[in-house]
């Protein structure tokens, strides 16, 4: 007979405590290194935990050894920046198995894409008034690794050219503003491809946050699974109920794992690791049930 593999955690979405599957480090835009971010985990109470850093998998290695030290489970992944019909849509990879083959491609080829798109980032907010964009970008970031747009909002606020990130962002930065680069970025099905010839799930990130209405937000769904793509955050930070349990029935008609996680940068803010909204019951199975997560769940 077969060995039956025992999990840890919970087979109901709403009864799932002491994890967090998006979360970032400074080896992307976040503001603790690896170490400290599995460290407040930990003091946090968390007991699962993937580091989803954009485009790269370069904080996993530390992540991995701080959290073997505090009896962590971590989940090696990455945050991947996409296309769809000229939306910046983002897929988290979840990998259990590590970086194999066309990904471990995929992430050298994002990594020359993030600069280039910095560089031009920087060019079209020096015509709204930021003096040497990129090198006050590179500043905020404080240490090398590719430029994203916090860091220039960040940048922005330096300046004294708006007076919070959110405003950064709504005025320059956000979808569909000046310094919204999506040129550089590969496909939607691409990606998925690269993720799951590495062995991993693909997760559609934060679906509630790219401001699309409910029909278009079910082709991106339908999109996303046609490609190979098995899963979707159902929970992503704080957001509203009723858009949560409305997402929950996307996701259950189309036969999706869901996922959850804060999408954690810095402390100080309203998330944490671990903070999120509220999940409702639902049909909708835990990513961490799918079998190619099984290592990860197993008692």
């Known amino acids: 007979m077969p060995m039956t593999v025992l999990s840890v955690l919970p087979a109901s979405l709403a009864e799932s405590q002491g994890l967090d599957l998006h979360m970032h480090s400074t080896a992307s835009d976040g503001s603790l290194p690896p170490a400290e971010l599995v460290a407040l985990c930990h003091r946090r109470g968390l007991t699962h935990m993937a580091l989803t850093d954009h485009d790269t998998v370069a904080g996993v290695e530390a992540a991995a050894v701080a959290a073997e030290a505090l009896g962590i489970r971590l989940l090696p992944a990455t945050e991947l920046s996409t ?27 994002q990594a020359l894409a993030r600069e280039a798109r910095a560089e031009e980032i920087a060019s079209r907010l020096e015509k709204v008034g930021l003096t040497d964009a990129l090198a006050r970008a590179r500043e905020q970031a404080g240490e090398w690794r590719p430029l994203g747009r916090p860091d220039f909002a960040r940048a922005l606020v330096a300046a004294g050219l708006v007076p919070d990130i959110a405003t950064a962002f709504r005025k320059h930065l956000g979808n569909g503003k000046r310094g919204d680069v999506k040129s550089h970025w590969p496909y939607l099905a691409e990606v998925v ?24 937000r079910g082709l991106l769904l339908d999109a996303f699974r046609d490609a190979g793509g098995e899963a979707a955050e159902l929970v992503s930070g704080f957001q509203n109920a009723d858009m949560t349990r409305d997402l929950a029935r996307q996701l259950d008609e ?36 799918h079998p190619r997560l099984a290592s990860f769940a197993a008692a």
């Open 83 to 109: 296309q769809w019909r000229g939306v910046n849509i983002h897929v988290v990879g979840l990998l259990q198995d590590g970086v194999h083959g066309a990904l471990a491609t995929g992430l050298e080829s």
């Open 193 to 216: 491809e690269w993720i799951v010839g590495s062995g991993g799930v693909a997760v559609l990130a934060h679906p509630l946050r790219y401001g699309m209405t409910r029909r278009k």
């Open 254 to 289: 189309r036969g999706l794992y869901g996922s959850l996680g804060s999408d954690f940068h810095s402390p100080g803010g309203p998330l944490a690791p671990g903070t999120m909204g509220s999940v409702p019951r639902s049909a909708v199975a835990p990513v961490w049930t």
